[in-house]
Each structure stands twice: as C-alpha cells, then as structure tokens.
C-alpha cells in the first residue's frame, strides 16, 4: 500500500518562506516521478512543480524562480521549498506520485494548508 504523508504546512507573512516535505511510503519511491499540486478554494487542482526520477524539474509559470522541488531517494522524501511567498499561493498542497508503470500521478497525499497574509 502506497502511502504519502505531507508536511510542514502553515500560516506564513508574504514574503516568507516555507519547507513542505512529503514522505513516501510501500513504493520503489526513487522510481517514481513525483509532484506538487494546489488547490485554492473555487478554484481546481494545479499542477504546481514536479520532478521526475531522473531529476529532471517543471514549474508552473506562477512560480517560477521562487519554489523549488527536489527529492532525497535515501529518505523516500519530496520537498518544495517555496520563498517569496504571495497571498494568492495560499491553497490546499497535495504532494503525488506517479510510478513509472502509470506515467499518471496516481497516489495522492492528505495535503497540507498553506496561507499566506498580506
């Protein structure tokens, strides 16, 4: 059973920064490619960064030059180090997972709020 747990949510000023981690769990997690979504209320699912198992990085235009993902394959970890934070990256983040078989994200963590005041 696959299972990922995010973490290292919260309530942050603009201009700050903010760590999320997702631990990775019941998979060959360094063959997986791996993502950060976020949904804002009324608005849908985002694909925000993501990385695949070779490391290679995507950003969402929004985003560029202030977050940055990265994965430790000894720790099963994913991060998204996110600065320079805007009230309008305030959402819902959802850490996925998307094994080499699917070429889809398919595994889904619980996510973690992230809010962001002006």
């Known amino acids: 059973q696959v299972q990922l747990v995010e973490s290292g949510g919260g309530l942050v000023q603009a201009g700050g920064s903010l760590r999320l981690s997702c631990a990775v769990s019941?998979?060959?997690?360094?063959?997986?490619?791996m993502g950060w979504y976020r949904q804002a209320p009324g608005k849908q699912r985002e694909l925000v960064a993501g990385i695949t198992s070779g490391g290679s990085t995507n950003y969402a235009d929004s985003v560029k030059g202030r977050f940055t993902i990265s994965r430790d394959n000894a720790k099963n970890t994913v991060y998204l180090q996110m600065n320079s934070l805007k009230p309008e990256d305030t959402a819902v983040y959802y850490c996925a997972a998307s094994p080499a078989y699917s070429g889809e994200y398919i595994y889904w963590g619980q996510g973690t709020q992230v809010t962001v005041s002006s």
């Open positions: 019941g998979s060959i997690f360094s063959r997986n490619a």
